[in-house]
């Protein structure tokens, strides 16, 4: 559902609120049944602080706790016409909509992570269905005319695919790179996954998103070395990948023009004045959501068009800007505990593919804000219950723990320990 009308990027929409409903329903749907599976506990408590973070910027504050943390035009709304309390936030009905955003993505996250590892693996279907129908979106419109916009569809205007923004597109296509290798490498399909991994090149192509081309070769070259290293696929199949990469790059190449990566009024610009903002406001942040409108205060005579600045294309930066210095604190956590995450556990393909993806649109966040669309939160909350899923780890001591032997041409299944005996013997055990 958030793959097909969760691409709008503007705040009000009616198609992010059915969703984030949907998103809660089934959760609570998921909670409501017992569950053996143990979910991670410091993730929990990183949800429960960042949750905890954005409800701390809507309560009223005496107004003398501001003094000298922020600048006069910054202050705050009063509460209920009080001078004397103020709100962190600069807008509170944007930071009610971001938090409202957040519980559903957590919810759906702590949801999957409820689930045994075989009923994660098997939403990965589902996925797959929101990307072909976006992928067949883009081939239509990119076949009529090199710039369609559908209107009156959705409460957004769509640009690429089923989204209103080509990056953002982009940044879907490159995502599903990691599973469409690991569809092709692990479960058997290497036809069926080199002709979804082409596709999804060719479409990263005609987008003309210059990040995505580049993410998109990267993450497609890693994925290949990264998951087929315990891989039955023969050798030769991995060499036509390579050199179908190889073709690839050279179109890439053709596709990018330096001299227009950053003109003068673009993300270097953007990122300037956003760190401006944060120096004034690393306190406490101007709250979740209103970076449109605190931008504004620190922006550059000559830099004022016609057209408005709504995101600093770098979440990192409109974060810190938005929540300040535990915003910034609980963007470390989260990096250290996937790193720990990583580290620690053993990791099956599947995990594998899911930490690339997550991985590559954390990347991709520094020069946009793909996170912002509701497609791509739940997509990203996905990928993390994937990667933060005790199960995997423990299905992977379970099989070093049994071996699979033939007999009378039935295959059993039986302990290590057992197995060094004669199979024989160890069947009829």
Not at 219 to 243: D, K, N, P
Not at 322 to 349: K, N, P, Q, W
Request: charged letters at 15%; one cysteine or more.
């Amino acid at each position: 559902m958030s793959l097909l009308i969760g691409g709008g990027t503007a705040s009000g929409l009616y198609t992010d609120t059915l969703i984030e409903v949907a998103a809660i329903v089934s959760a609570a749907a998921v909670f409501t049944q017992t569950s053996g599976q143990r979910s991670s506990q410091s993730a929990l408590w990183l949800l429960i602080l960042a949750a905890a973070l954005a409800v701390l910027q809507i309560v009223p504050l005496p107004v003398t706790i501001f003094n000298g943390l922020r600048p006069e035009l910054l202050l705050g709304d009063p509460w209920i016409g009080e001078s004397r309390f103020r709100f962190i936030s600069v807008g509170v009905g944007r930071t009610v909509e971001c938090l409202v955003y957040l519980l559903a993505c957590a919810a759906f996250f702590l949801a999957v992570l409820r689930l045994r590892a075989e009923q994660v693996s098997a939403l990965l279907p589902f996925f797959f269905m929101g990307v072909i129908c976006n992928g067949l979106a883009g081939a239509i419109q990119y076949s009529l005319s090199d710039d369609i916009a559908i209107i009156g569809l959705l409460p957004f205007t769509i640009n690429a695919g089923l989204f209103a923004n080509v990056n953002h597109f982009s940044a879907l296509l490159f995502v599903s790179i990691p599973f469409a290798v690991y569809y092709g490498l692990f479960r058997g399909h290497l036809l069926s996954g080199s002709f979804g991994l082409i596709a999804l090149l060719l479409l990263l192509l005609a987008a003309g998103s210059r990040a995505g081309v580049l993410i998109g070769l990267a993450i497609t070259v890693l994925s290949v070395i990264f998951l087929s290293a315990r891989s039955r696929a023969s050798g030769f199949g991995i060499l036509l990948i390579f050199i179908a990469l190889s073709i690839y790059t050279i179109g890439a190449w053709t596709k990018i023009d330096a001299e227009v990566v950053d003109p003068a009024f673009g993300r270097g610009e953007f990122a300037r004045t956003t760190i401006e903002g944060i120096k004034e406001n690393w306190p406490t942040g101007v709250g979740f959501g209103n970076f449109q409108k605190a931008y504004q205060i620190y922006e550059r005579e000559g830099m004022i068009f016609s057209n408005y600045v709504n995101h600093a294309h770098n979440d990192y930066l409109e974060i810190a800007f938005e929540g300040g210095i535990l915003a910034i604190s609980l963007m470390i956590g989260y990096f250290v505990l996937l790193l720990m995450t990583l580290v620690r556990a053993r990791r099956d393909s599947l995990q594998k593919a899911a930490f690339l993806s997550v991985s590559f649109l954390l990347i991709h966040s520094l020069v946009d804000y793909p996170l912002r669309t509701e497609a791509l939160a739940m997509t990203f909350a996905y990928m993390n219950a994937i990667i933060f899923h005790k199960g995997f780890a423990e299905r992977f001591t379970r099989k070093r723990e049994v071996i699979e032997i033939d007999h009378d041409g039935d295959k059993l299944f039986v302990p290590v320990e057992m197995s060094r005996r004669s199979p024989v013997k160890a069947a009829s055990l």
